[in-house]
């Protein structure tokens, strides 16, 4: 009897420190992301209809022109949007700095966003050298008054992948909501 609780107790003891050398060595944190993605694969669904995303593509360059776009061009497909009666906008394109080649397109912008009133425009951190301390890239401070801010930040797992997001984040708070988040509250 004796020797079989201590038989037990040492398969046991065995038992645990494969498993503390298996999670301290990240052996098995491939394994574990690949069947957190078959899960997701299996869990999906196609996207809603009432969503729509217009991307900058080879053909909307071609159309348009090569990058950035004035921010007339900007303001004109806000204006369209709310035109459409859309109910909401979220721009995944940052607007921090103004456009010297067409001064007048950020007022535009600026008027197209208020007319609009329910755009949400990117937030993320960033630092201006290696080691500089982190602060936010926000947006053109007349487009801060009228439009609502996400922050676009992700953190990606060990394989280079973004596989989850903070709902909120912030520099030193939690200030803005995710992009995503934000346009669901609008």
């Known amino acids: ?20 050398a298996l999670s ?7 394994w574990n992301l690949l069947a957190y993605d078959s899960a997701l694969w299996l869990m999906s669904a196609p996207a809603p209809d009432d969503v729509v ?44 700095e103004p456009d010297l080649s067409d001064p007048g397109g950020d007022q535009l912008l600026a008027e197209a966003l208020r007319r609009n009133g329910q755009v949400v425009l990117p937030v993320f951190p960033m630092s201006d050298t290696v080691g500089s301390q982190i602060r936010a890239n926000l947006p053109l401070v007349e487009f801060q008054s009228v439009a609502k801010l ?7 797992d060990k394989d280079g ?11 030193g708070s939690t200030t803005w909501s995710h992009l995503s988040l934000a346009l669901l509250e609008l």
């Not at 201590?6 to 065995?14: D, I, K, P, S, Y």
């Not at 301290?24 to 491939?30: C, D, G, Q, V, Y």
């Not at 776009?69 to 607007?95: C, K, M, S, Y």
């Not at 996400?150 to 990606?156: F, I, P, T, W």
């Open 150 to 156: 996400g922050h676009v930040d992700a953190e990606l």
């Open 53 to 96: 995303l217009a991307a900058i593509d080879e053909h909307s360059l071609e159309a348009l022109g090569r990058w950035p776009w004035p921010r007339r061009i900007h303001a004109g497909l806000v204006d369209r949007l709310t035109e459409a009666g859309v109910r909401a906008v979220a721009f995944d394109i940052v607007f921090s």
């Open 161 to 171: 992948l973004a596989r989850s997001v903070y709902l909120k984040a912030g520099i």
């Open 24 to 30: 301290s060595s990240k052996a098995l944190e491939r």
């Open 1 to 20: 009897m004796r020797a079989k609780t201590l038989e037990r107790v040492g398969l046991l003891a065995a038992l645990l420190l494969i498993a503390l």
